[in-house]
């Protein structure tokens, strides 16, 4: 799998900016004087950095970069000058760092930062960006040094800051490599495989097998495991970090490996990415890595539901009616509004367990989200005004979009069942709404609770700033800083 780049950080030496191979960047200030790095690069190319920024004027934006390719005076290949505003924002640093994983190549990489205030940040873009996933490509691979020498005048201090950002890339990482993967490699026996070897980590990992979840009554999850051969199974994880044993943050997560909407069978046309319909779980697994690895002083348990949704002789059929571990009954009226059915099992044992103080769900659970939000944003439902705003403003803080929706009685009674307790889909008609309502069922009246519907934010087409197309690990780092701010101690 993927790793992140390991970093070198020294201090400053301008004698040998001249002498450095491979490519040098350079943080170049939009305005007022050049750094003592800039100055140095400037003298040895002649001028061409005070050039570049006078013929680029306005369009230098804050988070740019252009090239200056085989420059006279050095040694190095290339000059990547890094338009940066002297307080620039987080997100315009990530950028900027970002932007250089893109120019990197195989070559070694010297970035001269200086005093940069966001130093720390510009190495976090440049980790997160610097990713690609070809574990199934046959052609040989291009050699990658991957050697990145951060030069700074306080460089113990820019690394300091840059470890935990540089955890919370592992986890983010983690979570790519498991929602790019394939439904034939990443079945639900290996998923389950590679959480529980989370405990390298000190995380501590359960597997529920198919008796232990029929023991349990969880019958709404194992309903939608019933067509295929893969054996459905929950996983738990627990990362103790605080030191005393106060209530954990729960995080739920849908692990669907693939969903072929079961008897209610999807189109064909676009089927082969239903292997990322277990992205929730992908981002419960990356955010359960990145606390341990940053060692996050608080408690926080991570639960996600593995099935694969399949048609066969046995699978649930619509006009089914299944008990919930909760006691509740379901009609199911779509099997492709299988989610829900997954969480609901999932969300009840959590709270009966564990007691959390607060539980997020995450989940590609609707495609009308997407209709609604696009791919810019996930969307939020609470049950509680100031746990959903600590979470919106983390999302914020990293870029991460989230936009909090609606919840009511009015969407909950679309649900209505006239054979049982309620049915699994409650119409068109506000689609993502009714199935945070349908989730909104099975959350315990005191338990502050989010619900993420990240179906249009999980995997994306095209490329984002800090990802290349495909799987984004959208919510990871929005977790950790959820967990820093509200239950670190």
């Known amino acids: 799998m993927v790793d992140v780049l390991k ?18 960047a350079l943080l170049v200030p939009t305005e007022g004087n050049l750094g003592q790095e800039a100055r140095r690069v ?10 570049m920024r006078d013929a680029k004027g306005e369009t230098a934006k804050s988070g740019s970069v252009v090239t200056l390719e085989w420059p006279a005076g050095m040694a190095a290949d290339a000059v990547d000058l890094v338009f940066l505003a002297r307080r620039c924002s987080v997100e315009e640093a990530r950028k900027a760092g970002a932007a250089l994983a893109k120019r990197r190549g195989a070559a070694d990489l010297l970035v001269l930062l200086g005093n940069q205030t966001k ?71 290996e998923f389950a495989e590679r959480l529980v070897a989370l405990k390298s980590y000190g995380v501590d990992v359960e597997v529920l097998e198919e008796d232990k979840l029929a023991e349990l009554g969880m019958g709404a999850l194992l309903s939608v495991g019933e067509g295929s051969d893969s054996p459905s199974k929950v996983v738990v994880m627990q990362w103790n970090g605080a030191e005393d044993a106060s209530a954990p943050l729960a995080l739920v997560g849908k692990g669907v490996v693939f969903d072929t909407g079961g008897i209610s069978l999807k189109p064909a046309a676009g089927m082969e990415d239903m292997t ?120 914020s803080a990293e870029g991460e979009g989230a936009w909090r929706m609606p919840l009511g009685k009015a969407y909950a009674d679309q649900l ?37 519907d990240i179906a249009g934010v999980a995997s994306v087409k095209g490329e984002t700033a800090l990802a290349p197309k495909g799987a984004t690990g959208w919510g990871v780092m929005a977790l950790s800083r959820l967990v820093a701010d509200r239950f670190e101690v």
Not at 42 to 51: C, D, H, I, M, Q
Not at 307 to 315: F, L, Q, Y
Not at 416 to 435: F, W
């Open 42 to 51: 400037n003298r040895l190319t002649k001028g061409a950095v005070e050039r």
């Open 416 to 452: 209505k069942s006239r054979i049982a307790d309620l049915k699994n889909v409650g119409g068109r008609p506000a689609g993502s709404v009714t199935a945070a309502e349908f989730l909104h069922r099975f959350v315990q009246d005191d338990v502050p609770w989010i619900h993420l």
């Open 119 to 189: 130093a720390a940040e510009i190495v976090a873009g440049l980790a997160m960006r610097d990713y690609g996933f070809d574990q199934h490509k046959t052609a040989e691979a291009v050699e990658d040094a991957r050697s990145v020498t951060v030069m700074a005048s306080k460089p113990a201090e820019v690394e300091t800051a840059a470890e935990p950002l540089l955890a919370v890339a592992e986890g983010v990482f983690f979570t790519r490599d498991l929602v790019n993967e394939p439904a034939n490699v990443l079945t639900t026996t």
């Open 276 to 395: 990322m319909d277990m992205g929730g779980a992908g981002v419960v697994a990356g955010a359960m890595k990145a606390l341990a690895l940053r060692k996050a002083k608080a408690n926080v348990v991570g639960l996600v539901g593995l099935v694969e949704n399949m048609p066969s002789g046995r699978a649930t059929r619509p006009g089914d009616v299944v008990t919930s571990m909760k006691g509740d009954t379901i009609e199911v009226i779509n099997t492709d509004a299988e989610g829900r059915l997954v969480l609901c099992d999932v969300m009840h044992y959590a709270q009966e367990r564990f007691s959390p103080a607060a539980m997020v769900d995450l989940a590609t659970l609707t495609g009308a989200i997407i209709i609604g939000l696009g791919h810019e944003n996930a969307g939020v439902f609470s049950n509680d005004d100031a746990f959903c705003n600590g979470f919106l403003k983390a999302a």
């Open 7 to 24: 970093f070198t950080f020294v201090e400053t030496a301008l004698d040998e900016i001249a002498t450095a191979e491979g490519r040098v």
